[in-house]
């Protein structure tokens, strides 16, 4: 072995136990261990509280996002859901979720009161990312009546986002 390369390679080595003895966690975090931690009361000391869990330095790469905290509902539909809905009280709304649940409503002109559930299922625009299930008095109103509802939907959350935009 030459000692260029000895040389490059004690630098790597270095340059890794350097990184690794970075922060308050010392060399056992690089590795996969950790400091130890006084809990009193059940509560994380105001340091850890603010910083995210990392054990080792391969979770960076992890996917570790907390579904209780990332929205993955998109706007546009939710927002186009509530005005095409408008004349439907509004039950119950979860955005993490992306359900809405309305109340039985007449719409402008019509004779008959619905109800209807709407779940925004994933961030993209298009017809994939909704479904409306609508319900009357008398009982389920046809898959057409909902498609319809749908089709209403996507239109109101296109001209939203084309709003936004000033397009």
């Known amino acids: 072995m030459r000692i260029g390369q000895t040389t490059t390679k004690l630098f790597i080595v270095t340059g890794l136990l350097a990184l690794a003895g970075c922060g308050d966690g010392g060399f056992g975090n690089f590795f996969g261990g950790g400091t130890e931690t006084v809990v009193v009361n059940n509560e994380r000391p105001a340091r850890e509280r603010s910083r995210p869990e990392r054990e080792t330095i391969w979770d960076l790469f992890a996917d570790r996002d907390d579904p209780n905290t990332t929205v993955e509902v998109n706007k546009y539909l939710w927002n ?69 509802i749908e089709d209403a939907i996507l239109a109101r959350a296109r001209q939203l986002r084309i709003q936004d935009y000033n397009l």
């Open 80 to 148: 186009a859901a509530l005005d095409v809905l408008n004349f439907m009280p509004l039950e119950a709304a979860d955005p993490f979720t992306g359900v809405m649940v309305f109340g039985y409503g007449t719409p402008p002109g019509g004779g008959g009161a619905y109800k209807a559930t709407v779940f925004v299922r994933d961030p993209a625009l298009d017809a994939r990312s909704i479904e409306v299930a609508v319900q009357s008095r008398g009982g389920a109103v046809s898959t057409e009546t909902a498609h319809k």
